[in-house]
């Protein structure tokens, strides 16, 4: 089992930054793929980056292209998001994730993860 812990969410205005922590233990030698997804009110949950361990590449939705940015720390076993220029549709409950298998095309599909954190809240406004 792997287990997942989330911190760092926050209310902030249009504009600023937050930076998530995903602090993982347990059983996770063979995890593949981690992940940040997110999930506003009356909506779907969406996938929005990706980071593979096997080759260190990351992938981003459209939507967060260019603002936010993963990493990865192996010596702390962190995943992390750095949230810069946020805008109020940015405003969600953000999940980390884990999956022992890579899905390229599909990195942003929830039922693909293996593993999930318990979500923090992140909102935007003014």
């Known amino acids: 089992q792997v287990q997942l812990v989330e911190s760092g969410g926050g209310s902030v205005q249009p504009g600023e930054s937050l930076r998530l922590s995903c602090d993982v233990s347990g059983n996770s030698r063979h995890i593949y793929t981690y992940a940040w997804f997110r999930q506003a009110p009356g909506k779907a949950r969406e996938g929005v980056s990706c980071?593979?361990?096997?080759?260190?590449?990351?992938y981003y939705a459209d939507s967060v292209k260019g603002r936010f940015t993963i990493s990865r720390d192996d010596d702390k076993n962190s995943l992390y998001l750095q949230m810069d220029s946020l805008k109020p549709e940015d405003t969600a409950v953000y999940f980390c994730?884990?999956?022992?298998?890579?899905?390229?095309?599909?990195?942003?599909?929830?039922?693909?993860?293996?593993?999930w954190g318990q979500g923090i809240q992140v909102t935007v406004s003014s």
């Open positions: 980071f593979s361990m096997n080759d260190r590449n990351r």
């Open positions: 994730a884990a999956a022992y298998n890579f899905y390229k095309m599909d990195w942003a599909r929830p039922h693909l993860y293996d593993f």
